[in-house]
C-alpha cells in the first residue's frame, strides 16, 4: 500500500491516547466529511 496525496485512506481501528491520559479506540470512518491529521510514532513507546 502506498500513500499519495489525493488517495482516500483505508478505514482502520486504532488505539490513540485522548486528553487526560484516557486510552481509547478510533475509526477512521467515525471522522468522514471531517479534516483529518494522521501521525505515526512507530517507535514512541521503544525503549533505546
Known amino acids: 500500500m502506498c500513500v499519495r496525496p489525493g488517495v482516500k485512506a483505508p478505514d482502520f481501528t486504532a488505539q490513540a491516547v485522548f486528553p487526560g491520559g484516557e486510552i481509547g479506540t478510533v475509526k477512521l470512518s467515525d471522522y468522514a ?16
Open 33 to 48: 466529511g471531517k479534516w483529518v491529521v494522521l501521525m505515526f510514532y512507530p517507535a514512541d513507546f521503544t525503549f533505546v
